[in-house]
């Protein structure tokens, strides 16, 4: 199972940014899906999650500015983010908790990292 994301870059604090990551491989189902972020120096932390039936959670610093959403057909996430601020700038991950077979545990994976970096 590879997770591809896309979508980082450079953006002016205020601006917009739309994360995407694909799912692919031996994919049967995909349980919740999450994207989390890791600035220099600091751990890496949840920003968003999405469970199969459309359920979202959000960390606090980002409620109201970033909305997740999924495509199940496309075994696909997405991460819209309005009024980035500075502090926004890290290294955003997603991940997947993916069942590879109908019958089997489901295992954690996660994608390489795209770089967000919002200037002042």
């Known amino acids: 199972v590879q997770l591809v994301e896309s979508g980082g870059g450079l953006v002016q604090a205020g601006g917009s940014l739309r994360l995407s990551c694909a799912a692919s491989g031996s994919v049967f189902s995909i349980n919740t899906m999450g994207w989390y972020r890791q600035a220099p120096g600091k751990q890496r932390d949840q920003v968003a999650a999405i469970t199969s039936g459309g359920n979202t959670d959000y960390a606090d610093s980002v409620k109201g500015r970033f909305t997740i959403s999924r495509d199940n057909a496309k075994n696909t996430v997405y991460l819209e983010m309005n009024s980035l601020k500075p502090e926004d700038t890290a290294v955003y991950y997603c991940?997947?908790?993916?069942?590879?077979?109908?019958?089997?545990?489901?295992?954690?994976?996660w994608g390489q990292g795209t770089q967000v970096t919002v200037s002042s």
């Open positions: 991940a997947a908790d993916v069942k590879s077979h109908r019958y089997g545990l489901s295992h954690n994976y």
